[in-house]
């Protein structure tokens, strides 16, 4: 099992600013996955961000270039910056940590609101 403790978040304006971290603890394997996730209301939970733990990244189109993903994996956490947010990102954030095999479930933290107004 694993669990996965986040912290950030809040509210902003647009343009602005912010950095969600989040800290994974329990059986953690040396190879993995950690990153972000974003649901809006109405919509289906969406990819943000994510980094295996010999640093590949993936991110959305949408978030390139103003996001950055980032892991510390002597310490199992990541971190997420989060630069020139738009209204529309406005969404509860989830970070997100897997296994790197086929067919891995995925754990996922509370979530952690971002606000962004326009």
């Known amino acids: 099992q694993v669990q996965l403790a986040e912290s950030g978040g809040g509210s902003v304006q647009a343009g602005g600013s912010l950095r969600l971290s989040c800290a994974a603890s329990?059986?953690?394997?040396?190879?993995?996955?950690m990153g972000w996730y974003r649901q809006a209301p109405g919509k289906q939970r969406e990819l943000v961000a994510t980094?295996?733990?010999?640093?590949?990244?993936t991110y959305a189109d949408s978030v390139k270039g103003r996001f950055t993903i980032a892991r510390d994996n002597t310490k199992n956490t990541a971190s997420l910056q989060m630069n020139s947010l738009k209204f529309e990102e406005t969404a509860v954030y989830y970070c997100?940590?897997?296994?790197?095999?086929?067919?891995?479930?995925?754990?996922w933290g509370q979530g952690t609101q971002v606000t962004v107004s326009s």
């Open positions: 997100m940590f897997r296994y790197q095999v086929i067919g891995a479930r995925y754990y």
């Open positions: 329990g059986s953690i394997a040396s190879s993995n996955v």
């Open positions: 980094m295996t733990r010999g640093a590949s990244t």
